[in-house]
């Protein structure tokens, strides 16, 4: 997959586009039927797959108070896309003044001129332009006016459920990790780096690795998962805990996992978490002996789901 960082660095780079244009959060279900629509197009009618997104995430820019997390980073998305059979992504930085552009201009200025679109491919609830002021009629209307073709991509839905970032995210916060896996259609994962933790995990027989993920990420409701961990193209089964460590009296929110059948030092290397299913919550104990016979039944547990 060619990657752009602007729209200006893709014009005239890649060979009639058959475009989308989203945040594209979570490459979900619903996003990858887009992207199926795209790379069939283009094989049909002899083009290039191509989807435009947006870093920052506009939320994160143009609500200041709203604390919105990620379910990818932008490195996270591409990796999807690529995985996906996408040709081309463009990845433009989404500031104020680019929110201010209206659906007209932003169609005929970037699409149209600088991106030479022959068919738009969206999704059925699509809006763009300046406070999203523009609807499936101004597509039709542009396209006509400029020669393209433009598709809409029916809502896709599990289990009738709709499938959505919102809806994914909102699984996540409440610790509903079935559900937000089968509106991803894959496990919930993120990348981290391994940081110093305190070291208790090894004394207890459960040594851990304390994961700092990007501020941006969102993290799943707080408790005990079962997991699968990548590593130097390795994956290995273990359970992961994500809260303050009750019976320790932590105050901080860790992210700990531990992996079966593993012994090195993990120390500044980066390690990919998937979360299979969450087990329970989280636990104050009265010792750290009454600890370690949960941890010993969650290891149980965990070998079972993955």
């Given at each position: 997959?060619?990657?752009?960082?602007?729209?200006?660095?893709?014009?005239?780079?890649?060979?009639?586009?058959?475009?989308?244009?989203?945040?594209?959060?979570?490459?979900?279900?619903?996003?990858?039927?887009?992207?199926?629509?795209?790379?069939?197009?283009?094989?049909?009618?002899?083009?290039?797959?191509?989807?435009?997104?947006?870093?920052?995430?506009?939320?994160?820019?143009?609500?200041?108070?709203?604390?919105?997390?990620?379910?990818?980073?932008?490195?996270?998305?591409?990796?999807?896309?690529?995985?996906?059979?996408?040709?081309?992504?463009?990845?433009?930085?989404?500031?104020?003044?680019?929110?201010?552009?209206?659906?007209?201009?932003?169609?005929?200025?970037?699409?149209?001129?600088?991106?030479?679109?022959?068919?738009?491919?969206?999704?059925?609830?699509?809006?763009?332009?300046?406070?999203?002021?523009?609807?499936?009629?101004?597509?039709?209307?542009?396209?006509?006016?400029?020669?393209?073709?433009?598709?809409?991509?029916?809502?896709?839905?599990?289990?009738?459920?709709?499938v959505s970032s919102t809806a994914i995210r909102e699984a996540l916060a409440a610790g509903d990790l079935a559900?937000?896996?089968?509106?991803?259609?894959?496990?919930?994962?993120?990348?981290?780096?391994?940081?110093?933790?305190?070291?208790?995990?090894?004394?207890?027989?459960?040594?851990?690795?304390?994961?700092?993920?990007?501020?941006?990420?969102?993290?799943?409701?707080?408790?005990?998962?079962?997991?699968?961990?990548?590593?130097?193209?390795?994956?290995?089964?273990?359970?992961?805990?994500?809260?303050?460590?009750?019976?320790?009296?932590?105050?901080?929110?860790?992210?700990?996992?531990?992996?079966?059948?593993?012994?090195?030092?993990?120390?500044?290397?980066?390690?990919r978490v998937s979360f299979v299913a969450r087990m329970r919550d989280e636990i104050r104990f009265?010792?750290?002996?009454?600890?370690?016979?949960?941890?010993?039944?969650?290891?149980?547990?965990?070998?079972?789901?993955?």
């Open positions: 997959m060619k990657r752009f960082h602007s729209i200006y660095e893709a014009s005239g780079r890649i060979e009639n586009p058959v475009l989308t244009v989203g945040t594209f959060d979570g490459v979900h279900r619903g996003h990858r039927a887009i992207v199926e629509k795209l790379n069939v197009l283009a094989d049909e009618r002899g083009g290039s797959s191509a989807l435009l997104t947006f870093s920052p995430h506009p939320k994160r820019v143009l609500q200041s108070d709203a604390k919105l997390k990620l379910i990818t980073t932008t490195d996270e998305k591409l990796a999807l896309l690529d995985r996906y059979g996408l040709q081309n992504a463009i990845v433009h930085p989404f500031t104020t003044a680019f929110s201010r552009i209206e659906s007209t201009s932003f169609v005929r200025d970037f699409l149209v001129a600088q991106l030479g679109v022959r068919v738009l491919v969206v999704g059925h609830d699509h809006r763009f332009g300046r406070d999203r002021a523009g609807s499936w009629g101004d597509l039709t209307r542009s396209a006509a006016r400029y020669g393209f073709g433009v598709e809409e991509v029916e809502a896709q839905k599990v289990a009738g459920v709709p559900t937000a896996n089968r509106l991803l259609g894959r496990d919930y994962a993120f990348d981290g780096v391994v940081v110093r933790g305190d070291g208790l995990g090894e004394k207890l027989g459960f040594p851990t690795a304390n994961i700092r993920v990007p501020e941006e990420k969102l993290i799943p409701a707080i408790g005990i998962y079962a997991t699968r961990i990548a590593y130097r193209q390795k994956t290995y089964g273990g359970m992961a805990s994500i809260g303050y460590r009750p019976t320790l009296a932590g105050r901080d929110l860790r992210i700990e996992v531990h992996l079966f059948d593993f012994n090195a030092s993990l120390y500044g290397e980066s390690i009265e010792t750290l002996a009454a600890l370690v016979q949960q941890l010993k039944r969650d290891r149980e547990q965990a070998l079972q789901l993955i």
